[in-house]
């Protein structure tokens, strides 16, 4: 599109100049054949009456044509008027000498461009005619080419300028509607630019701030049910809350700098991000759930950043399902290095459900992270499977190509 605009704008240009091009010959042309008619009348006619009047208005009628410039090309008043004085003093012109008739050319190009359609060739009809009575004087007898020549070169070149100046008109309006298409696009990918930026943020807090404010209400919950009856671990509650909280606070802060993952932030990749993770989350669960990770294989090439921060994410939100739905004991997250594509698993021994039953619309923040998972995989060009069912487990199971595409970039309209 980008391109397409470019080439409209290089068009206009072209033909401003192929214009401007056009303009500077008529005026060269012009005075060019008012030297060639006044050399020739003084040339054949020496010594007359007449020729201090013809050399002054000669003068008078350069004059007045280059005025014309300076007022503009617009149809205004001022412009209107100097029309008709620099016709009529070529009309006397004429009369006094004929040969000036071939000033008309020009003048017929001045005409068209600054009146309206049905005045200019009015305005040609008229200058055409005493082009005609012009040459019948200077020709010694009836000449039927003197009173048809004219009228048809006229014709002609009236014919040429319309043309031009309806292709110019199309054409100008073809931009246009060129430049308002690139304009309506340009904000149409700054809008879906926007939206995909909102869905990729609501992924990043569902997987981060919302799963940890989810854990800390768990664990104070808990602590307020055992604060009488069980001090000490009402306290360990507190305690685990408190670093739930600070690693928020690090994600939070995280966000503001380049939102990407604080485990991988901290160094050692994807290998030692999902490591701390495991160990993080078997230490909140307190001994309810117990969490293994690891590492088969190595990657030929080290892995995207986007894409270890998707499978980091995606491991996030599976194991914050297991904690708050699975009724799980035991969570197994499995990273491995293929040839062509990286899997990432996480499988747990809980109560299991249906992936039909989960695959309808969310209801509410949880219902989020399914669709989450399967948002962040379609960017880098990967799927998501799930295998469960009631009573037996479940099995998330990430893959992403070994050359991820991607992401969609929007375009700036600059």
């Known amino acids: 599109m980008e391109q397409r605009s470019r080439s409209a704008r290089e068009t206009g240009r072209a033909d401003d100049a192929g214009t401007r091009a056009l303009a500077l010959l008529m005026h060269a042309a012009f005075f060019l054949l008012l030297g060639a008619s006044l050399t020739r009348f003084l040339l054949r006619h020496p010594g007359e ?3 201090p009047w013809i050399i002054g208005l000669s003068v008078a009628l350069a004059a007045l044509y280059v005025l014309g410039p300076v007022l503009g090309s617009r149809p205004t008043p001022r412009r209107l008027v100097w029309l008709g004085v620099l016709v009529a003093v070529w009309m006397v012109l004429v009369v006094l000498a004929p040969s000036f008739a071939w000033c008309a050319v020009p003048l017929f190009y001045t005409g068209l461009r600054i009146l309206p359609p049905r005045a200019a060739l009015a305005l040609v ?8 009575a012009a040459q019948l004087r200077l020709a010694h007898g009836f000449d039927p080419n003197l009173v048809l020549a004219p009228p048809a070169v006229a014709a002609v070149a009236t014919a040429v300028f319309v043309h031009m100046q309806r292709q110019a008109a199309t054409q100008a309006e073809l931009i246009d509607d060129l430049l308002r298409t690139r304009r309506e696009l340009a904000a149409t990918e700054r809008r879906e630019g926007t939206l995909a930026e909102r ?5 990043e807090i ?3 701030l919302a799963q940890g404010l989810s854990s800390q209400q768990m664990l104070l919950q808990a602590a307020d049910r055992t604060w009488d009856s069980d001090p000490g671990t009402a306290r360990r509650h507190v305690r685990t809350a408190t670093g739930i909280a600070e690693r928020n606070l690090a ?3 995280r966000f503001v700098h380049d939102l990407a993952p604080a485990d991988l932030a901290e160094g050692g ?3 030692a991000a999902l490591h701390a993770l495991a160990a993080r989350e078997t230490a909140q669960a307190q001994g309810r759930l117990t969490v293994r990770c690891h590492v088969e294989g190595a990657p030929h090439t080290v892995l995207p950043d986007r894409v270890q921060s998707a499978l980091l994410r995606i491991a996030q939100g599976a194991l914050a399902n297991v904690t708050e739905h699975a009724g799980a004991t035991e969570a197994a997250v499995t990273l491995t290095h ?5 899997v990432l698993d996480i499988a747990d021994n809980g109560h299991g459900f249906t992936p039909d039953a989960a695959a309808g619309p969310p209801g509410g923040v949880r219902g989020h992270g399914l669709p989450a998972m399967r948002a962040r995989l379609r960017q880098l060009g990967g ?3 799930i295998e469960s069912a009631p009573g037996e487990g479940t099995v998330v199971t990430a893959t992403v190509p070994g050359h991820p595409a991607a992401p969609p970039i929007p375009q700036d309209p600059a």
């Open 269 to 271: 990749g994807l290998d």
């Open 206 to 208: 569902h997987d981060t």
């Open 383 to 385: 799927n998501l499977t």
């Open 49 to 51: 009456a007449r020729t």
């Open 251 to 253: 994600e939070a802060r």
């Open 125 to 132: 009809a008229l200058l055409t005619l005493f082009v005609v």
């Open 338 to 342: 293929l040839d062509d594509r990286t």
């Open 199 to 203: 869905q990729r943020l609501s992924m």
